[in-house]
């Protein structure tokens, strides 16, 4: 089945410095690349999402990268506030039965933006 | 816009006892998936459900159970607890279009078992 991998674990950056989140995955057949975010106690929030018919996408102060030959994706939040302290989880989901096609998640990256 | 509804968000149990989560997912959504968060954790796919029918199964044990209903609801039953077992329980929905599914997930449930 699919695997997940996700570096670092915990990252510490100064407010308004660039912070990126890299992530790799085992199944070439994985098509669906999401990235949440999460604060402590609550809902994993979608963020941003890549598919696998496109490199990268960009919204606003994040943008995700893909890399379908060397099977891994990244995140970049660009300006980082305060408030972008969070775990932040990437996923990926490959087509397995019908529409039900789970996404596993990475381990997790702890940000912290001090101000 | 409505989102997925979990019941309940708490729950105490004592070990060896059954627990049920409940899912209602966003409208007109046509997949439900369970997931097991533990603390500092990763949320653990259990299983998932397409238009009422099992689709995919993750991590869920023999213990557990689920069904989703004809409204498209989804119950998740734990039985002979164990102390292991307390973790926050999401339940997730999507809708499978051209463009793919996006799949959302609901405040959780959070069951402690004692």
């Known amino acids: 089945g699919e695997n997940v991998e996700q570096h670092p674990s915990t990252l510490s950056v100064q407010e308004g410095d660039s912070a990126v989140i890299k992530c790799t995955y085992s199944?070439?057949?994985?098509?669906?690349f999401p990235w949440y975010k999460q604060e402590l106690g609550k809902r994993p929030q979608l963020i941003i999402d890549i598919r696998s018919n496109v490199g990268e996408k960009k919204d606003q102060r994040i943008a995700v990268t893909l890399n379908k030959t060397a099977k891994h994706f990244s995140l970049h939040i660009t300006e980082t506030q305060p408030e972008d302290s969070a775990v932040y989880f990437c996923?990926?989901?490959?087509?397995?039965?019908?529409?039900?096609?789970?996404?596993?998640f990475g381990k997790g990256t702890t940000l912290s933006v001090s101000s | 816009a409505a989102g997925v509804i979990q019941s309940p968000r708490h729950l105490i149990k004592e070990k060896r006892e059954t627990a049920t989560l409940k899912c209602y997912p966003i409208?007109?959504?046509?997949?439900v998936y369970w997931y097991q968060q533990g603390p500092g954790q990763d949320p653990q796919f259990l299983i998932s459900?397409?238009?009422?029918?099992?689709?995919d199964k993750g991590s869920i044990p023999d213990r557990f159970s689920a069904q989703q209903f004809s409204d498209y609801h989804s119950e998740l039953n734990m039985s002979s607890l164990e102390l292991g077992d307390s973790a926050l329980y999401f339940c997730?929905?999507?809708?499978?279009?051209?463009?793919?599914?996006?799949?959302?997930f609901g405040e959780g449930s959070w069951l402690t078992v004692v």
């Open positions: 997730a929905s999507s809708h499978l279009t051209r463009s793919g599914n996006t799949i959302y």
């Open positions: 996923a990926a989901s490959s087509p397995r039965g019908q529409a039900g096609t789970a996404l596993i």
């Open positions: 199944d070439s057949a994985s098509n669906y």
């Open positions: 459900f397409y238009e009422k029918m099992q689709s």
């Open positions: 409208p007109r959504h046509d997949t």
